[in-house]
């Protein structure tokens, strides 16, 4: 795709729309913080990869060369966001009886599974525990002029740089709310470079350093990698909401620090030329929480028989910057409009010639031609992923135009979406859930009956078929304009 309409994003620093200019021609280079591998990750969690994902199909689609890293964070991150508590990672591993290092390796293997299975391209999965040795560099780079020792370890003084806080917006005299107390720190906002392993205590995870053993402090890995995967300034730094309160301002801290301290009217000094920021995903039960037992996770969804794209598209109906809200309703509505795509999509597969789907079809066809532009211009508007599906499902609903024209139009669209279609089946989007009580071959056996007795007018026998498949949780969809035929319940 040309870049026919300038792709604009909205800076949360700056807070307005800016146009998308790479600092590097040709080249987009996005860097998205990832998860802390010490649970498995909620839904909620995953709308941020989505979101990123869709950015960086987005960036293709505009014929940009992509690179793009999700850390793993595999130490550092306390139970607060700030600088007191126990380490996320530890914790789970005194719970669990195993090893630190074992506790990421078998989450991240999760995590990878469920962005795989949400159709996220493959990233870059640098692990903070890979940079410690970088980190402690940085550390002595800037300790000098930018931070101070305490018993507890080595701690970033924010009044050294110039505008600190201005992503997020919140800074007060008493510093930001959300940062806990810790004695001796000269700002309420200073955060920690280094925490210092306490007298008679041992982690699984820490390493020598000038300042004490210990390990590094959870903002600094993202500068640190952030920096040798992509180069400062790098085009886009995203993440979810709740960052742009601390994380993100601490990262950006420290980046003035190393490179300059220069203020952020120029947003180069920041490390990124844009930031980008998802909004909640809000599930009223509470059930969004790790806390929470059985909270909301991707496995769950399947084990209830919902497609995990289906959850994809339910992240895309919405505007990334807009809060969204969970219901199994909305998951419902999200799976049928998904049947409906790909069931529209293969109709017009059938009517393909049998030759080659020309390339450049939608060159020669000005109706698909059209709806490309306009799809353009909905996703170059700050990723309208909602208008621009309706604009995909308008390619699928014409009438008087060449099936290879729409079949191309729409696999060429959907490489923004990320939504399978062409690939996607009845099959695959018929997931039994864990609960069932029959197994899809048995369900079309009784339905190949069924459908005898009917054509023999045994009404007696169809109906009752049609019960012991209720019985089992199989709902017979006689009618359905989709033809899909029955689903589980």
Known sequence: MTDAVPLKLFNSLTRKLEEFQPVHEGEARVYSCGPTVYNYQHIGNMRAYVFADTLGRTLQWKGYKLTHVINITDVGHLTSDADEGEDKMEKMAAKENKSAWDIAKFYQEDFERDLARLNVQPKQHPRATEYVAAMIAWGERIADKHCY???SGLYFDVSTVADYGRLARAVTEDGEGRIDTVEGKRNAADFAIWRKTPDGETRQMEWDSPWGRGAPGWHLECSVMGEALLGFPFDIHTGGIDHREIHHPNEI?????????????????SGARIWMHNNFLIERSGKMSKSAGEFLRLQLLVDKGYHPLAYRLMCLQAHYRSELEFSWEGLDAALTRLKR???????WEERLPDTDIPGDCWEYERVTRELVERFDSAISSDLNTADALTILEEALALKKTAPECVVTAVEQLDRVFGLDLARLSRADLRIRPK????????IEDALGRRKAARAEKDFATSDAIRDELTAKGVE??????LGWEWKLG
């Open 149 to 151: 020792e305490l018993d």
């Open 253 to 269: 801290a420290q980046n003035q620090a190393y490179c300059c301290t220069n203020g952020l009217d120029d947003a180069r000094n």
């Open 341 to 347: 795509m790909v069931m529209a999509l293969r109709k």
């Open 435 to 442: 609960d069932a009580q029959i197994t899809e071959d048995e």
């Open 476 to 481: 017979v969809m006689d009618g359905d304009p």
